[in-house]
C-alpha cells in the first residue's frame, strides 16, 4: 500500500501569514493526489485535485503543487476561516490511504 | 443540490453487528462510485471500501477486508455499509463520499461527503 506521511501535524498561524503543508508518498503516484479542509463536527471538503487543480469555489490563497512523491498545499495570505485540519489523500490505487493531518492553530 | 445523508450508527456491543446507509439525491446515482471513509474519535481519516458505480467491483481496507460489505442497491439510491464481527477500533464517524468523475471507482477523488454517522463499539 502506498503510505503517505504529511507534515507538520500541527502549526501555529497567524491571519495574513502564508502556510505550507507537505505530503510526501512512499512510491510514484504521479499526480493523483487530493487535498481537503476539515473543521471540527463536519465533513471533509474538497479543495484541490490532481495535486494542483483548484476545486470550483475554492479561494484562490490555496494552492497545491507536486508531483511523482512530493507534494505541497499552500495557503497564501491565511483568512480566520482558514483555521482547520487538512489532509491529503491519494488515489492512485487501492487502497486509497490519507495523510495524517496538518492542523492549522490561531498563534 | 448534491447531498449524501448517512444513518444507521449507534452504540453496539463488540462481536455484534450493524448496517450502515447512506442516501444519496442530486446526482444520477447510479453513475458513481461510492465510498466509506471513517474517522475514529480525534484521530485521522481511513478509506474503508469502494464500490464501482455498477456494483461490479468492490475493494476494502485491510482492517476490515473479511468483516466489512459494501453493497448498494441503485433503484433506492442507497449504499450499504454492512459490519460484522465489530471491534472496539471500529469506533469511528463513518463518513459516505462520492467519486467526482462518473462511471468509475477508480482514481477518482471525493466530492462530497455526506455528514457522518457515530459508531461507536462498546460494551
Redesign the interface.
Known sequence: ?VRITQSPSSLSASAGDRVTITCRASQDIGT?L?W?QQKPG?????LI??ASTL?SGVPSRFSGSGSGTDFTLTITYLQSEDFATF?C?H??N????????TKVEIK | QVQLVESGGGVVQPGRSLTLSCTASGFTFNNYGM?WVRQAPGK????VA?IWYDGSNK????SVKGRFTISRDNSKNTLYLQMNSLRAEDTAVY?CARD?RETTGY??????????TLVTVSS
Open positions: 500500500a493523483y487530493a481537503y463536519k465533513a471533509p471538503k474538497l485535485y490532481s476545486e489532509f489523500q488515489y492512485y487501492y487502497p486509497i490511504t490519507f495523510g495524517g493531518g | 465510498h485521522g481519516l481511513e478509506w469502494v475493494y476494502y481496507g485491510d463518513f467526482k482514481r477518482s477523488w471525493f466530492d462530497p461527503w455526506g455528514q457522518g
